[in-house]
């Protein structure tokens, strides 16, 4: 049977992923958006599931994640809750819902309702009074660093961050600033690997890595890509689905290599 079905395995909680970093045992994340892929990733012992806004590209067909809404995510995160008991959801907050503090309380309060147990928001130390705000009031966040796709265009495209001394720097300082703001989770995408590495043993909040090499605490993947569903896969993503032959299968892979060390590979990180 597997980890997160058997009856006596309690829901993952903050303190199960806090645990997990303690004891240097890597945990996984799949950003999905629908119940019967949340309830397969329930069955094969994925620790944390992302409703993330990527959903605007890999569900419904825009160019970005600047066109997502609230309702977009609140239809999802709701799906997704009644499908998965047992992981831990996080539900990202879309484009411009967390502008201010007070839209971030209000925004991040009806993410919390649609059924997730923790909110994800794009930025650096900016982010800080709210995440302090929110978690004060008990909601927990995810700060989202790196590659931040609602920046996509200050950021002049969807490009490796972090690869300036400068640069890496401020990532590092970010990291630090909201983890001791009162972040729960941080995610790092596409970020040198031994910048990743770097921030993951600098803080105590557990680090979910994409495209940040295979040091961080934990893994994410987008469900698609995992699948093979994405037509231009991005460098750092793998299809699991080839070798595994089923879906559950292929989850089970990815959430074993991760565990085993195997994913992601040199050649899924950046230099
Ligand atoms: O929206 C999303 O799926 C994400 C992950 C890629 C981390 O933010």
């Known amino acids: 049977m597997a980890y997160l079905q058997d009856p006596l395995v309690k829901p993952v ?3 199960t992923l806090q645990k997990l970093k303690a004891q240097g045992e890597k945990f996984t994340c799949v950003a999905l958006y629908d119940a019967p892929m949340a309830a397969m990733a329930e069955q094969t012992g994925v620790e944390t599931v992302l409703v993330g806004d990527s959903l605007g590209m890999t569900v419904l067909g825009y160019d ?3 066109p997502v809404t609230m309702e977009h995510m609140l239809y999802h995160v709701e799906a997704v809750a009644r499908g998965n008991k047992k992981s831990l959801i996080l539900g990202d907050m879309p ?3 967390y502008a201010t503090v007070e839209l971030a309380m209000h925004n991040a309060m009806r993410i ?4 997730a147990h923790m909110v994800k928001m794009e930025g650096g130390q900016w982010l800080a009074p709210t995440v302090t705000m929110l978690a004060e ?3 927990p966040v995810c700060a989202h660093l790196g590659l931040t ?4 265009n200050k950021l002049g495209g969807f490009k490796v961050q972090g690869r300036t001394q400068k640069q ?6 970010d990291a630090q600033a909201l983890a001791q703001a009162g972040a729960d989770l941080l995610v790092l995408e596409c970020v040198p690997s031994e910048l990743a590495k770097q921030i993951s043993e600098a803080v105590a909040t557990p ?12 893994q994410v993947l987008v469900v698609n890509d995992i699948l093979g569903l994405t037509p231009k896969p991005p460098k750092f993503s793998k299809n699991f689905l080839v070798e595994a032959g089923d879906i559950a299968g292929a989850l089970t892979q990815y959430v074993g290599d991760v565990k085993a060390g195997i994913f992601p590979a040199a050649e899924h990180g950046f230099e």
Not at 149 to 152: L, N
Not at 168 to 173: F, G, P, R
């Open 13 to 15: 909680t903050i303190h």
């Open 64 to 66: 970005s994640t600047l």
């Open 95 to 97: 484009f411009m819902s």
């Open 112 to 115: 919390m309702q649609a059924g």
């Open 137 to 139: 009031r008990g909601i």
């Open 149 to 152: 796709p609602q920046s996509v």
């Open 168 to 173: 890496a720097q401020t990532l590092l300082n």
């Open 207 to 218: 680090v979910i890595g994409i495209g940040a090499g295979k040091d961080t605490d934990a």
